[in-house]
């Protein structure tokens, strides 16, 4: 088999799914989606037909997933200073973004819960889905909703849902057992379904357990406190048959074990023999760890449920954190093939050009806990080898370098591979995420490689990320000329 008959045979076999809308057959080709996110600003400021001729122009966008929900900066508002703006968009620096729900929260499907059904006040007199869905139908384009578990802290009623953590102060981040976390999910779930013509949902959670928050084990700020020890956790976790107490006890060493070696007091066995002492003495930290996780995949399965329910022929899937790409600790709890229970599809997060540079970050994250007994280039080393990459930077040169396109190919391969029955794989490629002043900037080359990478993987389907409003359009146009080449697309 030839590589085009392997693309074109993929592409039929993710046109054989329950979705009416990716059907393929012989004669026919499949319409693979090809989807990008976007946010309401960039419909607000260049005008919704004009953003749509452009998006199927530029890259055979056939499938728009629209950001709907966030109080985040990541898929929502234009560049955030300090961050070229793209050659398009009003050129001006949205600084008072707020975020919100960017369509119409309506009140009845938010009764059970205490976390207020905020309208992003951004934009107070439009409506993203009303506005953009009809003008997207009649082109041929599928509109999904995408929304995410990013809140400001001062949403009224969210305190009503905090975690708990180890010292037993409440944290600034919802916790998936409480039923005002679980409600407010499936309201919204509800309101987007029942309320539009809506052609399917995805929702993201980039949080993970108490065990990988204490150690770090991400792009993200260092070693975190560890969670949940609410009401709703600990009565979980005595129908379980896990002993609070005896974990809250093993977290508290972990957390004395860090503040240690932060302090510059190496313990006398070393950190990785001390960690794993940890562990053997209080296994209820690992127990913690999966009740955790299990807390946040009950309501993926209630919130497949309800859209389900509502909806059965509409996909909903997932947006998997871009730390399963550097940390084996997440990627171990991202079974993609139990993920198949209750997804249609995952987005894979498969960002190449700022992966260098979050990369490094995670390693000096790791060796300053888990592995400080290693050098930060041996850590490098051994996080290639776990995660099944080669041929990736040195760690001095990945913050200018980047990741690859073959880190791409074969995070890919993995995922076609590792995922079971029907769920599909869009991975999620990268244009023009920001990264630093001195770190590797998204060109066309690369873009255009990682896209036929995607695709030589044997993706079904692919996501440009983040958002538009960051995208400058010569790497968007060699995204589209990659795409072209990969797949037949039918954008109306
Ligand atoms: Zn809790």
Same mark, same amino acid.
Not at 6 to 24: K, P, R, Y
Not at 64 to 72: D, E, K, M, R, V
């Given at each position: 088999?030839?590589?085009?008959?392997? $693309?074109?045979?993929?592409?039929?076999?993710?046109?054989?799914?329950?979705?009416?809308?990716?059907?393929? &057959?012989?004669?026919?080709?499949?319409?693979?989606?090809? +989807?990008?996110?976007?946010?309401?600003?960039?419909?607000?400021?260049? +005008?919704?037909?004009?953003?749509?001729?452009?998006?199927?122009?530029?890259?055979? $966008?056939? &499938?728009?997933?629209?950001?709907?929900?966030?109080?985040?900066? +990541? $898929? /929502?508002?234009?560049?955030?200073?300090?961050?070229?703006?793209?050659?398009? /968009?009003?050129?001006?620096?949205?600084?008072?973004?707020?975020? /919100?729900?960017?369509?119409?929260?309506?009140?009845?499907?938010?009764?059970?819960?205490? $976390?207020?059904?905020q309208k992003a006040p951004d934009h107070p007199d439009y409506d993203v889905i009303a506005d953009v869905l009809p003008r997207a139908h009649k082109r041929g384009m599928k509109v999904i909703c995408w929304y995410e578990d990013v809140f400001r802290k001062d949403v009224p009623g969210l305190d009503k849902a905090f975690e708990v953590d180890v010292h037993g102060r409440a944290v600034a981040r919802v916790c998936y057992r409480n039923p005002n976390t679980l409600n407010f999910w499936l309201g919204l779930t509800e309101d987007y379904l029942r309320s539009y013509p809506v052609d399917g949902l995805m929702f993201g959670s980039e949080r993970q357990g108490p065990l990988n928050n204490a150690l770090g084990a991400s792009h993200g700020g260092g070693p975190g406190t560890a969670g949940c020890f609410c009401t709703h956790c600990l009565a979980a976790a005595n129908r379980e048959g896990i002993n609070a107490e005896r974990a809250r006890r093993g977290y508290l060493a972990l957390d004395q074990w860090i503040e240690g070696m932060k302090g510059g007091r190496r313990p006398v066995d070393g950190a990785f023999v001390t960690f794993w002492r940890i562990l053997v003495e209080h296994p209820e930290v690992l127990a913690w760890e999966r009740l955790w996780n299990e807390g946040l995949r009950d309501v993926y399965r209630a919130m497949y449920r309800k859209a389900h329910e509502i909806a059965p022929r509409k996909p909903m899937g997932w947006h998997i954190w871009h730390t399963n790409s550097f940390a084996p600790f997440y990627r171990a709890e991202q079974d993609y093939r139990a993920f198949s229970d209750y997804s249609d599809y995952l987005k894979v997060v498969m960002y190449h050009n700022c992966g260098g540079p979050r990369m490094a970050r995670y390693i000096r994250n790791v060796n300053s806990t888990l592995f400080a007994d290693l050098t930060p280039e041996q850590t490098t080393e051994l996080t290639y080898r776990i995660q099944q990459y080669s041929g990736e930077a040195t760690l001095d040169k990945l913050p200018t370098a980047g990741l690859t396109a073959d880190y791409v190919r074969r995070e890919t391969r993995r995922a076609v591979a590792g995922v079971g029955g029907n769920t599909r794989i869009w991975p999620g490629i990268e244009i023009d995420i920001p990264t630093g002043e001195k770190e590797k900037k998204t060109t066309p080359e690369d873009v255009y490689a990682s896209v036929k990478a995607t695709f030589e993987g044997g993706a079904h389907g692919i996501i440009l990320s983040r958002k538009y409003s960051e995208m400058r359009l010569d790497n968007l146009r060699a995204a589209g000329r990659a795409i072209r080449e990969s797949v037949k697309t039918a954008s109306r």
């Open positions: 088999m030839n590589r085009r008959e392997f $693309i074109e045979s993929s592409a039929a076999a993710a046109g054989a799914t329950m979705f009416g809308w990716v059907e393929s &057959t012989q004669a026919q080709p499949s319409t693979v989606p090809v +989807g990008i996110q976007v946010g309401a600003v960039s419909f607000v400021d260049e +005008g919704t037909d004009k953003v749509l001729e452009a998006l199927g122009e530029l890259a055979s $966008i056939n &499938t728009l997933f629209l950001a709907t929900f966030t109080y985040g900066r +990541g $898929i /929502g508002g234009r560049q955030p200073r300090g961050n070229p703006l793209p050659d398009h /968009g009003k050129q001006e620096y949205d600084d008072d973004y707020h975020g /919100g729900n960017f369509a119409t929260p309506h009140p009845r499907y938010y009764k059970n819960t205490s $976390i207020a059904p």
